[in-house]
């Protein structure tokens, strides 16, 4: 007991956290009970299962509770309401900025998009020393996609763990919210070649009481069904938080997915950061006008309505070609397209491995692009960049053919990212130390140009 002098009730219906209630057998119960107090942990033996169908509760030798098993599990059915609202949201409309590099500077710098280096490095994510892909990657620390752990001393299996959250698309639709959140997770996944993969949910919601948020929540939830099928990806664990609310209002509808998969062997991860110049990049997936709830609206001051949709049965067989590509020992590095686009996944390839870029715009394959801001800064989902020796180059667009891939660039020694737009004219020239800086200066104050 943390607090004496609770009600029997009290005890009983608690919620408090890091409890678990596992049944042992007899025989077993004082070996059990030596690992506990080995590792300094509180246990105590509470009860026994009986023949009678009946929970009994005792305390302090009286009886508070006697209830038959049969009215516990049939409880009275509980009705509520769920309203699914539209909300009235409209696309911005705002010229394209004359200076993309100064654009993608101050995207690099955005909270969600910057380095969490400061944040990483006070928790340790390689207990017991089996973490093999870390999340910080290379000399510069670039944004890997997933970790990978080697649970087994005996095996070269991996264990491939990402996430998937972007609470913004929330505001606009909860079902493409967690459409999305479902296959970030995932091609984060496939990214670092992990494959089997499993799902965990986290909700964090409003009052369910509300109509208007069981309804969100209604909806989140058969995006979750939707695409756990789709992907043939089950959910095998979650919690939710429910009832966050203050005068002012309620939390924004959230959904992290986690996504646990299986890598076959460890030495074939892939990571994100570029490999040596010459090598050809290439984009996998299209690209759509699908700003709504992106960090380039956002850093304009809006929200928009154009959330990105999740075209399942186009989405699982990319991902199973990208997969098939890392098997094959093409891929030498792999980042998704997430939050910033296409060119903040450039940018942290580039400055993650030292090297620089050269893109063509003009040769992203998508429907409607015609600015260059919104072919660079759309969040379009079950994207890839992928980097490719040019001697594998053949091979890999064999295997692509039938899905939606393009060569868009190489890397080059040059320490820059140099852009090409709809035009043909530089868009975008920055140094991979000006990237870098601007990612790493908002969360790390040292960092910060003196």
């Known amino acids: 007991m943390k607090y004496q002098g609770l009600a029997p009730w009290e005890i009983y219906i608690s919620e408090s956290q890091e409890r678990m209630l596992i049944t042992v057998p007899p025989e077993n119960l004082e070996r059990v009970m030596s690992v506990f107090e080995k590792e300094d942990v509180q246990a105590t033996a509470i009860g026994k299962l009986v023949v009678e169908r009946r929970l009994q509760l005792n305390y302090n030798g009286e009886k508070v509770a006697d209830m038959d098993m049969t009215f516990l599990f ?53 207990v017991k020393g089996n973490t093999t892909l870390k999340p910080l990657q290379g000399e510069y620390a670039g944004p890997n996609d997933a970790a990978v752990l080697k649970p087994l001393d005996d095996s070269l299996k991996g264990l491939t763990i990402s996430c998937g959250m972007n609470p913004n698309y929330g505001k ?102 570029l490999k040596a110049p010459g090598n050809l ?72 491995g030292g090297y620089g870029l050269e893109l063509d715009l003009r040769k992203v394959p998508g429907k409607e692009l015609v600015r260059n801001d919104f072919v660079l800064f759309s969040e379009s989902n079950s994207r890839f960049l992928i980097e490719v020796a ?35 004219k530089v868009v975008v020239d920055a140094t991979l130390e000006s990237l870098r800086r601007s990612w790493k200066q908002t969360l790390s104050p040292e960092e910060a140009p003196q």
């Not at 091979?395 to 090409?420: N, S």
Request: proline share 5%.
């Open 74 to 126: 049939n409880p009275c059915k509980s009705m509520k309401v769920a309203t699914i609202e539209t909300p009235n949201l409209t696309e911005p409309v705002f010229a394209e900025p004359e200076n993309l590099t100064e654009t993608l500077l101050q995207l690099l710098a955005a909270p969600n998009i910057a380095s969490k280096e400061s944040v990483i490095r006070t928790y340790d994510h390689e």
């Open 172 to 273: 606009i639709d909860a079902y493409w919210m967690a459409a999305s959140a479902i296959d970030e997770a995932v091609r984060n996944n496939v990214a670092v070649g992990g494959r089997r993969i499993a799902l965990l949910d986290n909700f964090t919601w409003g009052n369910p009481e509300k109509p208007e948020r069981l309804g969100s929540l209604v909806r989140a939830c058969e995006a979750c069904y939707d695409f756990s099928v789709a992907f043939k990806a089950p959910f095998i664990s979650g919690k939710d938080s429910l009832y966050n609310e203050s005068p002012l209002g309620p939390v924004t509808p959230t959904l992290l997915i986690t996504a646990v998969g299986v890598i076959p062997n460890i030495q074939s991860t892939t990571s994100m950061d």
């Open 281 to 352: 990049l290439y984009i996998v997936g299209e690209t759509f006008n699908e700003l709504g709830g992106s960090e380039y609206y956002k850093l304009k001051g809006f929200l928009g309505a154009s959330v990105p949709k999740v075209r399942g049965a186009k989405a699982k067989r990319t991902f199973k070609a990208v997969t098939k590509a890392i098997d094959e020992g093409m891929v030498k590095s792999c980042h998704d397209l997430s939050e910033g686009g296409l060119a903040v996944a450039a940018a942290e390839m580039a400055f993650a």
């Open 390 to 424: 040019q001697a594998d180059s053949e091979d890999f667009e064999d295997l692509m053919k039938g899905k939606v891939c393009a060569l868009i660039g190489k890397v080059t020694k040059d320490q820059k990212l140099l852009v090409h737009g709809l035009n043909g």
